[in-house]
């Protein structure tokens, strides 16, 4: 029989040998921390005050090969590498020279921190955190829909925050306020490009999203906001008269002598008097052969389409010209038809957005605001060829107009290709003063509209006028033969004598299948 001294002394074994072959439980290793460092391996190091193996030691902190501990850097270090004083990035106020943290770089360029528009919040240090992006002067934060290491990545670089180690979703670093908002949703990058914004994503503030979903990231380190360089790089310029290299506006991709003075851009942007823009203006086209600028249009284009040829290849003319197989003509070889434009947009920032205007009779004048939506703006943007409706903008947000106000009450279903086969006012009624004049904002890219074109027939709304060109029937009409000649009218309008009506008078009836007066049936 075993004593009872035996027994303890089994136990006593037995508890050796389950510590000596147990090294984790739980994710924690439980050994004291001498023990524990030789336990570390594969590119792993001790970290005393979490009593862990990590892959990469917090800030000011370094990986040991010998102790494999996370062992303190230098106190000018931020981060380094190996050896104490082997620094990869500096405290405020040293700047990186080399593998030290000197005060002046001297003879070389000094480049600060970027006024970035990422932050990163929540975070144990600066290298972690919930994604913050300011838009238009608002913080707000990204949803985690698709986030990946590949948007992490992009985040990290833009930061100049290394690699990204990982990709934290589900508010990780910690919801924002109801208050913030939710800028970003659905973005997709490839991993290179130089700004999150730069990636593929839904439209500002556009998600199905909350603050549970915000998105953070970790990135590697280290810090390199804080240089000596021979050259300022991509992204900064040198100021004039100093060494010190300043950060170029978030549109340039380089820049020279001030923030705004691009030099050049990155996609989707092209270079345009200096500015990098993500549409050229009316006349040029984007050239992504070499440099990516904005080049003229061939003569008679008011637009063209982006690309190496795309200056050939007009996507709109100037007024008085027809698109006509991707060419700007004077008028349409028979059999086709002319259909002039019809449609334009005023006084906007860029050719997708501006005061709707209306040519009928040999006039331009303007639209009133009253009912018009998005469904209207989807139409007109259609009809201009600026791809998808974002807003209908009311009450001359592009400037009050002159002239005619020509169209009110207009009330499309979406659909229509063009406005004049939308229900509205008879052409000039209306009760608006042109602080009402709509406008509108559309997505792009330009494409052929629907008026200014040549075209195998005129559609509904127009009638053919001798035989070569489409003129719109009247207001309440949606076939004719003439101005004054109806043979169908729009909905909620009547067909009676060859014009349309609301009312068909005593002893008839508006049949509404046919949009047609009928006589009433008296027998009954």
Request: charge should be negative; hydrophobic fraction near 25%.
């Amino acid at each position: 029989m075993i004593s009872r001294l035996s027994f303890v002394v089994i136990l006593l074994i037995f508890s050796h040998l389950r510590c000596v072959f147990s090294r984790k439980i739980e994710g924690r290793i439980e050994y004291d921390d001498d023990t524990l460092a030789s336990f570390c391996h594969h590119d792993t190091y001790l970290y005393r005050e979490t009593h862990r193996c990590v892959t990469h030691c917090p800030v000011q902190l370094y990986g040991d090969n010998v102790t494999r501990e996370c062992e303190p850097c230098s106190s000018q270090c931020l981060t380094c590498s190996h050896v104490p004083h082997y620094c990869t990035s500096c405290t405020q106020p040293y700047y990186l020279k080399d593998d030290q943290c000197v005060l002046d770089c001297s003879p070389m360029l000094h480049k600060n921190a970027p006024s970035s528009r990422l932050r990163l919040v929540g975070g144990a240090h600066e290298y972690e955190g919930r994604v913050e992006i300011n838009h238009e002067g608002e913080w707000g934060t990204i949803c985690d829909d698709n986030w990946r290491l590949e948007e992490a990545d992009v985040v990290c670089r833009e930061l100049q925050l290394g690699p990204a180690v990982a990709a934290s979703s589900q508010a990780e670093f910690g919801s924002a306020g109801s208050r913030v908002a939710i800028h970003l949703d659905d973005i997709v990058c490839s991993g290179n490009e130089t700004m999150i914004d730069l990636c593929s994503h839904a439209s500002w503030d556009h998600h199905d999203c909350s603050h549970d979903e915000d998105a953070g990231v970790v990135c590697a380190g280290p810090n390199l906001n804080q240089l000596c360089v021979e050259s300022c790089g991509d992204g900064f310029y040198q100021q004039p008269g100093t060494s010190a290299c300043a950060q170029c506006s978030a549109e340039c991709a380089t820049c020279h002598q001030s923030a705004e003075q691009c030099q050049s851009c990155d996609e989707p942007r092209f270079l345009h008097y200096g500015r990098c823009v993500e549409s050229c203006e009316l006349g040029f086209h984007g050239d992504d052969s070499g440099p990516r600028t904005c080049e003229p249009c061939v003569e008679g284009c008011l637009s063209c389409a982006d690309g190496r040829d795309g200056g050939g290849v007009c996507t709109g003319c100037n007024p008085g010209k027809l698109l006509s197989d991707s060419k700007c003509v004077d008028s349409c070889e028979r059999p086709l038809l002319s259909k002039p434009s019809s449609l334009r947009l005023a006084d906007g920032a860029t050719p997708f957005q501006g005061r709707v205007e209306v040519f009928l009779n040999g006039v331009w004048g303007t639209v009133c605001d009253d009912s018009v939506d998005i469904a209207d703006a989807e139409v007109m943007c259609r009809q201009l060829g600026l791809g998808k409706a974002l807003a209908a903008v009311p009450s001359s947000h592009y400037g009050a107009g002159t002239g005619a106000i020509i169209l009110d009450e207009l009330q499309c279903y979406g659909n229509e290709t063009d406005i004049f086969q939308c229900m509205q006012s008879n052409f000039y009624d209306h009760n608006c003063e042109h602080n009402e004049d709509v406008g509108i904002q559309c997505a792009g890219p330009k494409t052929p509209g629907t008026t200014g074109v040549c075209v195998s027939e005129c559609g509904v709304g127009y009638w053919i006028k001798d035989q070569q060109t489409c003129v719109p029937c009247s207001a309440d009409c949606s076939r004719c033969t003439s101005a004054t000649d109806c043979h169908q009218c729009k909905h909620g309008w009547f067909l009676k004598e060859g014009e349309c009506v609301r009312d068909c008078g005593y002893t008839m009836y508006g049949h509404i299948p046919s949009s047609t007066c009928r006589e009433c049936d008296r027998s009954t």
